[in-house]
């Protein structure tokens, strides 16, 4: 497609369950990230992907959270054993590459997750 | 410490008045980038601006431009004319040459344009 694509646009669980929420970057973008929007907090940047490696894993708020990136494209961000405070809306965004002159970052629609 | 301020929290205006959303920006590195973001009612953020901190060129682009100042630590965004579609919340971000990939975002100015 055109743009970046997230699935499932919302996702509504229960306390305790996994999800797994999925990014389709711009075509040919070989950075992706991912972001986190809530209410009390802002933008939070949560990690990032050049190729399929993560050099910046550090905005991952805890262990529960994990997320891959194979074949350069498509990401998966997963929450394990999902808590109230993990409900925000998340973002993905692709850029060229990161490097400086590259790194405009285009956001996708975001998917929103409600934990129970 | 990379921080971006946007001081102003909510903005209301009547159609066709000018306003301004202010950015202040901290980092030390010398190398950076500065970005501006439009998120409407949608929820998706779309992409308005970036500007490099060698280029202290301010620009416009229709009712829209950019006011970057490195003196005062400011990349401020001026709507001239505005209209009831630039209602949205606009986000100012900062990305430093230090910290690969990752924008800092300020908290955002909800803008409300009244007809």
């Known amino acids: 497609g055109a743009g970046v694509s997230q699935s499932p646009s919302n996702k509504v669980t229960e306390k305790g369950k996994d999800v797994e929420l999925r990014c389709d970057p711009i075509s040919g973008h070989t950075a992706l990230y991912w972001y986190r929007q809530s209410l009390g907090q802002g933008l939070e940047f949560l990690i990032y992907f050049q190729g399929n490696s993560a050099p910046d894993k550090s905005g991952l708020p805890s262990d529960r959270f994990s997320a891959e990136r194979t074949g350069g494209s498509v990401s998966t961000l997963t929450i394990q054993r999902t808590q109230q405070e993990d409900s925000a809306v998340y973002l993905c965004a692709s850029s060229l590459s990161s490097a400086g002159n590259q790194e405009t970052q285009y956001f996708g629609p975001g998917t929103r997750l409600l934990v129970l | 410490a990379q921080k971006v301020t946007q001081a102003q929290t909510e903005i209301s205006v009547v159609e066709k008045e000018d306003v301004t959303l202010d950015c202040v920006y901290e980092?030390?590195?010398?190398?950076?980038?500065l970005f501006w973001y439009k998120q409407p009612p949608s929820g998706e953020l779309v992409f308005l601006i970036r500007?490099?901190?060698?280029?202290?060129q301010n620009e416009i682009s229709g009712r829209y431009s950019w006011n970057f100042q490195k003196s005062t630590s400011s990349f401020n965004f001026t709507i001239t004319a505005s209209q009831v579609v630039d209602s949205a919340v606009y986000f100012c971000a900062l990305r430093s040459g230090s910290t690969l990939g990752r924008l800092y975002f300020g908290r955002g100015t909800q803008l409300t344009v009244w007809p």
């Open positions: 500007r490099n901190s060698f280029d202290e």
């Open positions: 980092t030390r590195d010398t190398t950076y980038y």
